[in-house]
């Protein structure tokens, strides 16, 4: 139950839902037992803490856990929330050869992005197509949400380059955390996840036909999609939505 819950924190947190995220573990006190559990409930509640910029709450976590597996990536993530850019990194080149699950090695590559920012964005870049590369068997998107941070305008770049449906699909789930350009709030509010990645793949060469394979849709359902997109940006054609989509940053 426990472990269930915490999955559903960071599923409403990755949502936007921050105080369901933190009441949905508050319900979850009560059902611990073990040591184990308790230790996996304050990690996840000091991680969130962590990214709502909470850092005396996360630090009094923080004391109540062991230094382990569960806390590795935590005291990076505190690094990098400090300015303390060398310490993550070293703390991630030893934290790599231990990374057992997929996730972490997706946050792995993601924080060492972030570390190098910006002093190496080569090297952040390199990162970036490591962890996408890790995550697309399987096609990860919360942890992209939770850990992507400044990366987002390389996976802006990796996504206007190429015909990538996986990079489509993350750039889609980061909409909401992103709005940073005049327009793009009032545009990306507007248009639904769905949308959100019908409009990238308009970008590419492929035909109706093909992108409605790709998003396991029929073409009549692309096209509804299609006529509501080019309503919501006041267009009436695949290459003004992209020319006006990329004046407002929406790619």
């Known amino acids: ?29 009560p059902e611990v037992h073990g040591d184990y559990v308790g230790q996996r409930l304050r990690a996840a509640e000091a991680g969130l803490r962590l990214r709502e910029g909470d850092l005396d ?27 303390r850019r060398g310490e993550a990194l070293a703390q991630l080149a030893a934290h790599e050869r231990a990374a057992r699950t997929v996730r972490d090695r997706i946050s792995v590559q993601l924080l060492r992005g972030r570390a190098l920012l910006p002093g190496d964005p080569a090297g952040a870049r390199e990162a970036l197509r490591s962890a996408i590369d890790i995550g697309r068997r399987e096609r990860f998107v919360q942890v992209f949400v ?11 770049e990796l996504s206007c380059r190429g015909d990538d449906p996986y990079v489509y699909a993350l750039m889609a789930a980061m909409a909401q955390w992103h709005d ?22 308009l970008t590419t060469n492929l035909s ?34 992209v020319a006006h989509a990329r004046h407002l940053r929406l790619l």
């Not at 559903?8 to 319900?27: K, N, P, Q, S, W």
């Not at 005049?182 to 019908?198: C, D, I, K, N, W």
């Open 208 to 241: 109706n036909k093909r992108i409605a394979a790709e998003l396991h849709m029929s073409v009549n359902t692309l096209k509804t999609h299609l006529k509501s997109v080019y309503r919501k940006l006041g267009v009436g054609s695949r290459e003004d939505a």
């Open 180 to 201: 940073d350009a005049p327009g793009r709030a009032r545009v990306s509010e507007s248009l639904s996840a769905r949308e959100q990645v019908v409009l990238r793949y």
């Open 146 to 156: 939770e850990d992507l941070g400044p990366l987002h305008d390389l996976l802006r």
């Open 57 to 83: 709450t996360y630090q009094a976590l923080r004391q109540q856990l062991p230094d382990s597996r569960l806390t590795a990536l935590l005291d990076v993530r505190a690094a990098l929330a400090t300015g």
């Open 1 to 29: 139950t426990v472990l269930g819950s915490i999955e559903l924190a960071l599923t409403h947190y990755a949502r936007g839902r921050a105080t369901a995220a933190f009441e949905v573990l508050a319900d979850a006190r």
